[in-house]
């Protein structure tokens, strides 16, 4: 009974221990959302908890977190359209990919204590200037995609303009939130 329990528990949040011989994944999922007109995203070491609300046919979009042990919640951010997010697998950051339009996705991280927020865009920017021409551009998404540890972030960018160069682009980096920026590759569409 207390092993289903905890099969029961470990599914919510998305982890289940491994059993001997076995392995489990070492980077937390990503949650896309809305997916309910409230949702539960626990952090992996079960202090926090992010809350999405969405309700009324999503006609308001709020993301919250909770404190756990006392209940205590703040408010993220309102949204207007759809997100990602996921949890760093030590629990001090999470990712929020923010759909904002039907044109372009922003990437931000939080520090789940005091809220910090760190546009990713300005960290690829600082680090890789003519990647300007793409985050600019008419059908821009930059997504992180999964947590490479607890501090790192494979990180996509990628869309096109309707048009005019460039035509389709994709880029590839390692976001480090201690400032460090790799770009991976870079593939342009004419």
């Not at 009974?1 to 489990?24: D, S």
């Not at 042990?69 to 030590?90: D, G, Q």
């Not at 003519?130 to 947590?147: D, I, P, T």
């Amino acid at each position: 009974m207390v092993r289903l329990l905890l099969v029961g528990i470990f599914l919510f949040i998305g982890w289940i221990p491994a059993e001997a011989g076995q392995t489990r994944s070492a980077h937390p999922r990503v949650v896309t959302l809305p997916s309910a007109a409230v949702s539960r995203i626990p952090s992996p070491n079960g202090k926090w908890t992010l809350i999405f609300e969405c309700p009324n046919n999503c006609s308001e979009r709020k993301l919250w977190i909770e404190e756990n042990m006392s209940h205590t919640r703040k408010l993220v951010k309102e949204y207007e359209r759809s997100l990602s997010i996921s949890w760093a697998p030590n629990s001090h950051f999470f990712f929020v990919d923010d759909a904002s339009g039907s044109t372009e996705t922003l990437c931000y991280v939080y520090e789940p204590t005091t809220l910090r927020e760190t546009d990713v865009s300005k960290m690829i920017l600082a680090s890789d200037p003519n990647a300007g021409e793409f985050l600019h551009a008419g059908h821009s998404y930059l997504n992180a995609k999964r947590w490479i540890n607890s501090h790192e972030l494979l990180v996509i960018l990628e869309g096109h303009n309707d048009g005019s160069p460039p035509g389709g682009f994709t880029l590839r980096y390692h976001v480090d939130l201690s400032g460090t920026v790799r770009k991976l590759s870079q593939h342009i569409e004419p």
